[in-house]
């Protein structure tokens, strides 16, 4: 990691952002979760909470900073001295998605715009393996890099004022789930029924950055045996080891 081409900037009297190239990659991901454990370990006490996005690590500090260069500099040692050996793995989850038309409110016009068939979107969509960068701008909403250049489109120009929870939708370079009923602009392709979100749980989400997704196509039916199961408090989220 060269540590000279990252930028150091104050936010307000106690915060520091930490700047990465602008762009998604699994390497950048990977430097910054590993320098976000490092700091978490090291500078527990001084510190409220460490947050990333795709390029970047935020700290907030429990009380203002006294002299930002020293802080920096201190940083800047952390960042030396942290272990980056290995591209970061973090758990493996497969989700289901429903792509019937009940769900895919943008489906039809997304497959139009690129020249596919619905079930080749469909089997495009669930064949990668997705990586979580990071979660906003609703708690629990997963921006998942790695969508395939084919399904890549814009967002909608014009918002909707609704997105029903669990909706799956794709913007630029990733596809993300809407984890609550919100407005919001991603073209809608399908459904997953699960919970991703709980504030009443201790642990509110089961993802963290770095995470690995996959998504299952699931029927309508199944949709809905997924959801009886997860009201009944049966539903456990499927999560592998190693991917096949």
């Known amino acids: 990691m ?6 150091f900037k104050q936010l307000g009297k106690q915060a520091i952002l930490i700047l990465w190239e602008d762009k998604m990659d699994v390497n950048i991901l990977s430097e910054i979760l590993y320098v976000k454990k490092n700091i ?4 527990l006490k001084e510190i409220v909470e460490v947050n990333n996005t795709y390029n970047s690590l935020i700290i907030n500090y429990v009380f203002a ?3 930002i260069y020293d802080e920096i500099s201190v940083l800047k040692d952390l960042l030396k001295k942290a272990n980056i050996d290995k591209i970061y793995e973090g758990s ?5 998605v429903c792509y019937h038309e009940k769900f895919s409110l943008d489906l ?10 619905v079930e080749e979107f469909i089997s495009t969509h669930t064949t990668p393996i997705y990586t979580l960068y990071f979660m906003g701008f609703l708690p629990g909403f997963l921006y998942l890099g790695g969508l395939p250049k084919s399904l890549q489109i814009s967002r909608k120009k014009t918002p909707r004022l609704r997105v029903e929870k669990g909706s799956v939708g794709i913007g630029e370079k990733q596809t993300g789930i809407y984890p609550q009923i919100s407005a919001g602009g991603w073209q809608i392709i399908g459904n997953c029924p699960l919970t991703l979100f709980d504030a009443s749980l201790k642990k509110p989400t089961p993802f963290s950055a770095g995470d690995q997704i996959k998504f299952k196509a699931v029927s309508l039916e199944e949709h809905q045996y997924i959801l009886n199961k997860i009201e009944l408090g049966k539903y456990q989220f499927e999560k592998v080891k190693e991917w096949e």
């Open 92 to 96: 493996k989850y497969i989700l289901p």
């Open 65 to 67: 900073i006294n002299n």
């Open 108 to 117: 039809e016009e997304v497959c139009a715009q690129k020249k596919l068939e």
């Open 40 to 43: 978490e370990e090291i500078k």
């Open 2 to 7: 060269n540590i000279d081409k990252l930028q």
